[in-house]
């Protein structure tokens, strides 16, 4: 068995000794643990140098993708003839047993014995150190990545980048330059700026012709069409503009030749673009044109950072400041931005715009992919994508279309509407629908249930807030209703402990003087008398009072006289003399009752003194 060995340097093929060992890893890694166990199990039999790095790149990309090189068929047919070859990659094998019709094994054992010889390689190979094998290695590794990558200098997006921000300056200057030059000529020929709209067209002819005076000897045939050019020459026989000097038609002259030269480098600067689009991104440039293409990449910083971005964010790229606007103060989002200006979302109609933006972006994001990292240079996906976000695009015109006409998708099971068929003329239906006019609708009913729907509307919103209004009332009503009753309560509740008081009082007074002749006790006599003098002085009083004049009275009020004080036979003395009573001990309800008492008796020797003398 021949081991078919890779290196940086060339091909080898090593004699296997010993293949019983190649089932056991553990005897396979001692042997190589060791240069003269490393020489039993294997031999150098042969070995291919490279000549170069061209050489060495193009066997290891052969190699890389399982094919076999006329190198290595050269060196294979010269040297493992009739022979098992073991190799590392089983596609590999089978393509050198298809072409070379040798046996190859590719298994566990055989990955273990490339693990040893390239161990123990360099004593193996002979004459090769470290440091030889070491630049080879890096060398080709790069020339491999490189070719693997097929960087190619059309695939250089900053030529693109460059281009549309130069682009977009020209457009700005030349807009600057031709409003400059249409103003300056425009005091010699005013009327040549509504007659010729174009910018270009409009500075090549005021270069040609100088003075307004020479434009009937002129042939404008070159710039402008027929019926144009007579216009030109009739508006300037007829010219209210002013005259000026042959020093300011030069200047103009000179203004107009840097107008028409940046016109012309901008279209070749358009073509440039139009050609490095086609070669970098050929599918973003099917989808939505040279422009935006370039634009979308310029915004991304490349087309590697288009890539990576998702379908939503292309959508809206370009969009940012109306974006965090919206999402700060809580507004609808934008729905597009810097793909809106390609022409499939110009073809939508204004509500369809959205959706368009949002199809075309999905697939902008896999063609800006496949051009970022794919190995083929067409267009193919692009097409394809374009051909169905069209198809989206008529998918929504044409329901509309049909939703205005009134033309919907047949459901269900078309057979149960042939029933009704005769036999004799099948195309024919047995009973067929009469039209009815009545079930017509027209325009004016239309509007007609549309108010009376509204108002309908209108009505249950005034009964509803009606019937709130008059809830929210009765609910009022009942409140105060409950307010007064607890009121009444309390103040039922007061009475009848003022009742009590007192009742109290006057058991204990009739029970100490004891009974008289005229009825009751001579204390109560002499009380209800003392209360009829009260409430006869009182009423003088306020008699008096109400007689008297305002200044009096006003003299009196504001007289700093001390408050005066509660009457303790009121009832809210006594009730708050009944809360005290009941608070306080035995021995100062005691003494309270007889200060008491003795306060009625000379209140009852004051009456009956006054009565004494009276009857005198």
Same mark, same amino acid.
């Given at each position: 068995?021949?081991?078919?060995?890779?290196?940086?340097?060339?091909?080898?093929?090593?004699?296997?000794?010993?293949?019983? &060992?190649?089932?056991?890893?553990? &005897?396979?890694?001692?042997?190589?643990?060791?240069?003269?166990?490393?020489?039993?199990?294997?031999?150098?039999?042969?070995?291919?140098?490279?000549?170069?790095?061209?050489?060495?790149?193009?066997?290891?990309?052969?190699?890389?993708?399982?094919?076999?090189?006329?190198?290595?068929?050269?060196?294979?047919?010269?040297?493992?003839?009739?022979?098992?070859?073991?190799?590392?990659?089983?596609?590999?094998?089978?393509?050198?047993?298809?072409?070379?019709?040798?046996?190859?094994?590719?298994?566990?054992?055989?990955?273990?014995?490339?693990?040893?010889?390239?161990?123990?390689?360099?004593?193996?190979?002979?004459?090769?150190?470290?440091?030889?094998?070491?630049?080879?290695?890096?060398?080709?590794?790069?020339?491999?990545?490189?070719?693997?990558?097929?960087?190619?200098?059309?695939?250089?997006?900053?030529?693109?980048?460059?281009?549309?921000?130069?682009?977009?300056?020209?457009?700005?200057?030349?807009?600057?330059?031709?409003?400059?030059?249409?103003?300056?000529?425009?005091?010699?020929?005013?009327?040549?700026?509504?007659?010729?709209?174009?910018?270009?067209?409009?500075?090549?002819?005021?270069?040609?012709?100088?003075?307004?005076?020479?434009?009937?000897?002129?042939?404008?045939?070159?710039?402008?069409?027929?019926?144009?050019?007579?216009?030109?020459?009739?508006?300037?026989?007829?010219?209210?503009?002013?005259?000026?000097?042959?020093?300011?038609?030069?200047?103009?002259?000179?203004?107009?030749?840097?107008?028409?030269?940046?016109?012309?480098?901008?279209?070749?600067?358009?073509?440039?673009?139009?050609?490095?689009?086609?070669?970098?991104?050929?599918?973003?440039?099917?989808?939505?044109?040279?422009?935006?293409?370039? #634009?979308?990449?310029?915004?991304?910083?490349?087309?590697?950072?288009?890539?990576?971005?998702?379908? !939503?964010?292309?959508?809206?790229?370009?969009?940012?400041?109306?974006?965090?606007?919206?999402?700060?103060? &809580?507004?609808?989002?934008?729905?597009?931005?810097?793909?809106?200006?390609?022409?499939?979302?110009?073809?939508?109609?204004?509500?369809?715009?959205?959706?368009?933006?949002?199809?075309?972006?999905?697939?902008?994001?896999?063609?800006?992919?496949?051009?970022?990292?794919?190995?083929?240079?067409?267009?193919?996906?692009?097409?394809?994508?374009?051909?169905?976000?069209?198809?989206?695009?008529?998918?929504?015109?044409?329901?509309?279309?049909?939703?205005?006409?009134?033309?919907?998708?047949?459901?269900?099971?078309?057979?149960?509407?042939?029933?009704? *068929?005769?036999?004799?003329?099948?195309?024919?239906?047995?009973?067929?629908?009469?039209?009815?006019?009545?079930?017509?609708?027209?325009?004016?009913?239309?509007?007609?249930?549309?108010?009376?729907?509204?108002?309908?509307?209108?009505?249950?919103?005034?009964?509803? &807030?009606?019937?709130?209004?008059?809830?929210?009332?009765?609910?009022?009503?009942?409140?105060?209703?409950?307010?007064?009753?607890?009121?009444?309560?309390?103040?039922?509740?007061?009475?009848?402990?003022?009742?009590?008081?007192?009742?109290?009082?006057?058991?204990?007074?009739?029970?100490?003087?004891?009974?008289?002749?005229?009825?009751?006790?001579? *204390?109560?006599?002499?009380?209800?008398?003392?209360?009829?003098?009260?409430? !006869?002085?009182?009423?003088?009083?306020?008699?008096?009072?109400?007689?008297?004049?305002?200044?009096?009275?006003?003299?009196?009020?504001?007289?700093?006289?001390?408050?005066?004080?509660?009457?303790?036979?009121?009832?809210?003395?006594?009730?708050?003399?009944?809360?005290?009573?009941?608070?306080?001990?035995?021995?100062?309800?005691?003494?309270?009752?007889? *200060?008491?008492?003795? #306060?009625?008796?000379?209140?009852?020797?004051?009456?009956?003194?006054?009565?004494?003398?009276?009857?005198?």
């Amino acid at each position: 068995m021949l081991l078919l060995f890779e290196t940086p340097a060339g091909y080898s093929l090593f004699k296997v000794k010993d293949e019983k &060992k190649l089932d056991d890893a553990e &005897k396979l890694e001692s042997a190589f643990s060791t240069i003269e166990g490393a020489k039993k199990m294997v031999s150098m039999k042969a070995f291919s140098k490279f000549e170069n790095t061209t050489e060495a790149l193009a066997a290891a990309a052969t190699l890389v993708d399982s094919k076999v090189g006329k190198n290595l068929k050269k060196f294979l047919t010269k040297h493992a003839e009739g022979e098992t070859l073991a190799v590392a990659d089983s596609k590999l094998g089978a393509a050198i047993k298809e072409k070379l019709g040798i046996n190859c094994v590719a298994s566990a054992g055989v990955m273990e014995l490339m693990r040893g010889v390239r161990y123990q390689l360099n004593e193996l190979i002979g004459g090769l150190t470290d440091a030889d094998i070491a630049p080879m290695a890096l060398g080709l590794s790069h020339s491999l990545s490189r070719y693997k990558l097929k960087f190619s200098p059309d695939k250089v997006d900053t030529m693109v980048i460059q281009a549309i921000g130069l682009l977009d300056e020209l457009d700005k200057e030349l807009n600057t330059y031709s409003m400059r030059v249409r103003e300056w000529y425009g005091w010699h020929f005013p009327e040549l700026t509504k007659i010729i709209a174009d910018n270009m067209q409009y500075a090549k002819s005021a270069k040609l012709m100088g003075d307004r005076v020479n434009a009937a000897d002129l042939d404008f045939s070159g710039i402008l069409d027929e019926d144009v050019e007579a216009e030109v020459k009739d508006a300037a026989i007829i010219s209210m503009g002013t005259e000026i000097s042959n020093e300011d038609l030069d200047n103009i002259k000179q203004l107009a030749d840097q107008v028409i030269s940046l016109s012309e480098y901008r279209a070749q600067l358009y073509d440039y673009l139009k050609a490095r689009m086609n070669a970098i991104a050929p599918n973003l440039t099917v989808l939505v044109g040279e422009l935006v293409g370039a #634009r979308l990449i310029s915004h991304a910083g490349s087309l590697m950072n288009l890539a990576k971005h998702p379908a !939503s964010t292309v959508q809206i790229l370009g969009a940012e400041k109306a974006l965090f606007r919206a999402l700060k103060t &809580k507004h609808e989002t934008p729905k597009y931005g810097l793909i809106y200006h390609a022409s499939l979302i110009g073809q939508a109609a204004p509500k369809f715009k959205g959706k368009i933006s949002r199809v075309l972006a999905a697939k902008c994001a896999l063609s800006i992919r496949v051009d970022a990292l794919g190995e083929s240079s067409e267009a193919t996906i692009g097409i394809t994508a374009r051909e169905k976000v069209e198809a989206r695009l008529r998918q929504l015109e044409g329901k509309t279309l049909g939703d205005a006409s009134g033309v919907k998708k047949l459901s269900g099971d078309i057979k149960k509407h042939d029933k009704n *068929r005769s036999s004799d003329a099948p195309a024919l239906l047995t009973a067929p629908r009469s039209y009815n006019p009545d079930k017509d609708v027209t325009k004016k009913e239309k509007k007609e249930k549309k108010r009376a729907k509204k108002e309908a509307k209108l009505r249950e919103r005034v009964k509803r &807030k009606e019937r709130e209004r008059v809830e929210k009332m009765r609910r009022r009503g009942e409140r105060e209703l409950q307010e007064a009753n607890d009121n009444i309560l309390r103040f039922e509740d007061e009475l009848r402990v003022v009742d009590a008081e007192i009742e109290r009082r006057g058991l204990r007074a009739s029970s100490r003087d004891g009974p008289t002749v005229g009825g009751g006790t001579a *204390r109560d006599q002499r009380g209800r008398s003392a209360s009829r003098s009260a409430r !006869s002085s009182s009423t003088s009083r306020s008699y008096s009072r109400s007689r008297s004049s305002p200044r009096r009275r006003r003299s009196r009020s504001d007289s700093r006289s001390p408050p005066r004080r509660r009457r303790r036979d009121s009832p809210s003395a006594s009730y708050s003399e009944s809360e005290s009573e009941s608070r306080s001990s035995p021995r100062r309800r005691r003494r309270r009752e007889s *200060r008491s008492d003795s #306060r009625d008796d000379k209140r009852a020797r004051r009456y009956d003194s006054d009565s004494d003398s009276r009857s005198r």
